[in-house]
């Protein structure tokens, strides 16, 4: 018995001499996209945020909305744009406070109701967006064409790979989200 304690504590010991592996958050790519993420959408929160007194998640709703050609609802808001349900629900709320969106009866199903921008919306989204393009080309100007065009491809191949929706007609013909 205690020949087994003694080999158990000197692997132990042995195995404390050597380099311990750990997870290196800088090469990790999950960590590398979330921080990029934030930091992105971050830097286009000021063409929103400081003009027009928005946050990111009421920005996710106007964009959302503004990019679809019919109404949707909120559950499809969230899920499209990975936000908490309760997140989207307090951005609609400011976003019909301030007459941004607007309730309308779904067709379908006259117990729900989906959103869609006001004129006011509209215009907002319209302005904001060209702002909003040229902003992501700054942050992109260190790439190359080919390197965008690289970096599009692959973040394509990873959405695939996760059976991601990665265009709003894909979302509209599968009903999903």
């Known amino acids: 018995m205690a020949?087994?304690?003694d080999t158990a504590l000197k692997t132990r010991?042995?195995?404390?001499?050597?380099?311990?592996?750990?997870?290196?958050?800088f090469k990790f790519v999950p960590f590398r996209l979330n921080?990029?993420?934030?930091?992105?959408?971050?830097?286009?929160?000021?063409?929103?945020?400081?003009?027009?007194?928005?946050?990111?998640?009421a920005w996710r709703v106007l964009a959302t909305l503004g990019?679809?050609?019919?109404?949707?609802?909120?559950?499809?808001?969230?899920q499209c744009t990975r936000t908490h349900k309760s997140t989207i629900s307090r951005a609609v709320t400011t976003l019909l406070?301030?007459?941004?969106?607007?309730?309308?009866e779904n067709a379908a199903d006259r117990r729900e109701f989906?959103?869609?921008l006001t004129k006011k919306g509209r215009a907002l989204y319209e302005e904001l967006f060209p702002q909003l393009l040229r902003r992501e080309d700054e942050i992109l100007s260190?790439?190359?064409?080919?390197?965008?065009k690289q970096l599009s491809a692959l973040l394509g191949k990873i959405e695939d790979s996760l059976d991601l929706i990665r265009t709003s007609e894909e979302a509209d013909a599968k009903e999903a989200y």
């Open 35 to 57: 921080r990029l993420a934030a930091e992105v959408s971050t830097a286009l929160a000021v063409e929103y945020q400081e003009r027009h007194g928005l946050d990111i998640p």
């Open 97 to 104: 406070h301030d007459e941004l969106i607007e309730r309308v």
């Open 3 to 5: 020949r087994t304690t």
């Open 67 to 78: 990019f679809r050609n019919d109404a949707c609802s909120a559950q499809y808001i969230s």
């Open 114 to 116: 989906r959103l869609q």
């Open 142 to 148: 260190c790439l190359s064409v080919q390197e965008r």
């Open 13 to 25: 010991d042995a195995d404390d001499t050597l380099p311990k592996a750990r997870l290196d958050l």
